[in-house]
């Protein structure tokens, strides 16, 4: 399977806690995105990465959030000091840069969270 | 400011009838990109077409088809002859070239129920 795999699919943690997901894009391409769904809502940017520079970050990421993408690659997202509020499905995507703009992005299944 | 509406929250159709999805957008961009995705019960976002603001001309692909009318800023999504497994949400989303990032803004999806 070529396409954006995240890891875990799926995540129950208590209030408080550290969480940490896994974003493997497609090969080779450059650009690298997280998203966050909610119920009823459609994703909404948190940030991106090309190749290994994060050029952009949401309002929405708040100081418990960070994100890195050390070699250009996978890319990582963790959430400290989890809390109720940041249950929510994490989408990771990726594009290649072929034009300025108008990439076609391409998501991954993500990563549930539940936060008890 | 880039947005995005689907003003259609659910909607149910009898499996063979055809269906419409509707989505308006507002971007102060002269070129812009737009998309249709669909995301079935797994979760996983799955890229279904994507249409630069030159090119207005309608497209089919099997039971599906697109209409992007500029004058009205709508691209809407029609389902013919509708299947059981069409059943998900859809989200209409939106790609500026200003910001020379790839990044979308999406809709808030409508659900679409098929009904056997």
């Known amino acids: 399977d070529t396409g954006v795999s995240q890891d875990p699919r799926h995540k129950i943690t208590k209030r408080g806690q550290n969480v940490t997901f896994r974003c493997d894009p497609i090969?080779?391409?450059?650009?690298l995105y997280w998203y966050r769904q909610t119920l009823g809502q459609g994703p909404e940017f948190l940030t991106y990465f090309q190749n290994e520079a994060q050029l952009e970050k949401s309002r929405l990421l708040s100081d418990r959030f960070s994100a890195e993408r050390p070699k250009g690659s996978f890319s990582t997202l963790e959430i400290q000091r989890t809390e109720q509020g940041d249950s929510a499905m994490y989408l990771c995507a990726s594009s290649l840069a072929r034009q300025i703009s108008g990439n076609t992005i391409y998501f991954g299944e993500g990563s549930w969270l539940t936060v008890v | 400011a880039q947005k995005v509406t689907q003003a259609q929250t659910e909607i149910s159709v009898v499996e063979k009838e055809d269906v419409t999805l509707d989505c308006v957008y507002e971007?102060?961009?002269?070129?812009?990109?737009l998309f249709w995705y669909k995301q079935p019960p797994s979760g996983e976002l799955v890229f279904l077409i994507r249409?630069?603001?030159?090119?207005?001309q309608n497209e089919i692909s099997g039971r599906y088809s697109w209409n992007f009318q500029k004058s009205t800023s709508s691209f809407n999504f029609t389902i013919t002859a509708s299947q059981v497994v069409d059943s998900a949400v859809y989200f209409c989303a939106l790609s500026e070239e200003m910001n020379r990032d790839d990044k979308i803004i999406f809709g808030k999806g409508t659900r679409l129920h098929i009904l056997p």
């Open positions: 249409r630069n603001s030159f090119d207005e």
């Open positions: 971007t102060r961009d002269t070129t812009y990109y």
């Open positions: 090969s080779e391409h450059n650009r």
